[in-house]
């Protein structure tokens, strides 16, 4: 968490953090092409938020889950699973609740199996007591691409290729999209967890708000690889950022999910946002559309939405500063400070909307920047 916060006496900073780190956690991290020597190198390595998921409709998906075990607490044999939360097609083998499926042991690994037949935003995590995982980190953003995308489709005077669901009239098209994975961060329940204490979950008072496991400012970072030094070492592995980068009339989509346990109000001022759809489902009967446009979208614990926007136009503000900014934020100020510390913090973010000439790339990933 950001280093300029105040501490929670005793309980953060936590003296048994990772170099470089001050908060005890752990997390998913994606091995994908790694030896299995490579693979157990990265015990201890945890990763927040965990990485991004993307699969085309009704293709067959698979992904094998390694348990390395906790370097820190080496006493526990705490099994570890894959939920795909708010997901309707999965076999209660591959479910992920291991009181109806099973959950994968120290030192072994599990490949699930889907086949998503229905587009939309989703989440993952470990549904191993799921309380405590959850909010030591293993949690994770999860999209399913419509079988639309593709197929150029015409909607207020743009075409666009990419959707977020198979609208069939367009608009759920969009140019850019940014992900924000929603948590709060309890620092006393982390330290417990380290220190071989117990947690009474009823006291739950969380010190920090995140966006992609990101307090602000740190949600202004770049993104990062975490096989790569960060220029902010903290931010390692934390790679994921939540600024939005875009220019003026661009279609931008956001995808909006809370694994936290309180509600979340996502503000922007200045920019009506268009909300098309909620927890993966599309806000339209047949032909007549259910959308709703806003400045304030509720996500409340376990949910999703996808939200769309204009950007609006806007001119250079100097050539050190060739973007106008417009603040993304929790709108409970509870939300908004570093463990009540000075300034702002917690769950904000910035939307910098650059002049429509200005050589921005198009977007290849997913809260990718183009600069």
Known sequence: MPKAAPPVPTFWPDPLAPANTNLYIFGFRDVTGMTPAQITAQRGQAQISAPMLYFDQDTDVRVTLTNLGLSQRPDLTDGHTIHWHGFQNAIPLFDGVPELSMSVPIGRDFTYFYRPHDPGTYMYHCHYEDVEH???GMTGMLFVRPKQNGTPIAFNGKTFT???YN?????????????????????EGHYRDAHIQTSDWTDYDPSFYALNGRAYPDTLEPNGDPMVPAANPWLQHQPISSLVVCKSGETVLLRLANLGYRNHAVTVDGIDLTVVAKDAGLLRQGSVSNYQVTNTVEVGPGESRDVIFTAPDVTAQSQQTPYTSFLLYDRDY????????????GQMTEIRVYPADYPLKPQDVPNGWGL
């Open 134 to 136: 959850v909010q030591m």
């Open 162 to 164: 990419r959707f977020a």
């Open 167 to 187: 609208c069939g009239d367009g608009s759920t098209g969009y140019d850019r999209e940014f992900a924000f994975m929603m948590t709060e961060i309890w620092a």
């Open 334 to 345: 509870v939300s908004l400070n570093n463990n009540s510390g000075r300034g702002s913090g």
